[in-house]
């Protein structure tokens, strides 16, 4: 039996006041429902005030998009992992594909990223995917499982139990293309069996997400494939009730 987990990253959206018009929405839309876990990614600056809004509710929980790998010191303008806690988040996304590709973050950044999550109490989703070239050319797996590897470089085994994998193909993220339940299927196969290699039977309760333009129509029959154990939505997860549709899914 599935406890799947749905993630909404709202990337570059969402200022404070907006964020808690959707949340006083969500929350109407979406009663507490103990067999699913929400997360809710909004922008670091949005971060409190959702913390705010769901505090009364257990099923929900907030992460930042980001963060920097150093604890603390002189990096203006970036947050660090031990900020992001303290303001109230229990998750970050290490490794996102816009994070890769717009800002030219390498596997090893992603890698201490997720270190620093660890040693400040977050718990990281570690985001992996290949490119349209890198599928055309047959090199999808390859390329996914160097980026899991490299992200859970500088963690122990227990703490690479205790985190959540994404699989999002570049290709399909913002697009309105989604990989085949069966293409996705073949890659959250070959993730789990690398997690398996990484930390034993404990990998086989990692979490593994499929993101890159879920919509409410596509939602069931991705999150039925085997081994995808959740979602991870960017811009269907933008209005309340859409998303509190995905959410029911
Ligand atoms: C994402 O931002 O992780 C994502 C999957 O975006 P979208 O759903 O818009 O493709």
Redesign the pocket.
Known sequence: MKHPVFAA?W?MNQAPADAKAFMRQFLAYYPRQQDRTVLFFPSALTLSAVVEMVKDRTDLSVGVQNIHWEDKGAFTGENSATIARGAGARYV?AG???RRHVFGETDEQTGLKVAAAERAGLTAVI?VGETLDQRERGETNEVVLRQLRAAVAHIEPNQIAGSLV?Y?PVW????GKTATTADASVVHQAIRAALRDLTGERGEAVPILY????NRGNAAALLAAPEVDGL??????LEAENWAGIVRT
């Not at 399909?172 to 697009?175: F, L, M, P, Q």
């Not at 991870?232 to 997860?237: I, M, T």
């Open positions: 990253n990337k996304l996102h594909s816009e985001c994404a999002e399909a993220i913002g697009t993101g890159g333009s879920v991870l939505v960017g811009g269907a997860s």
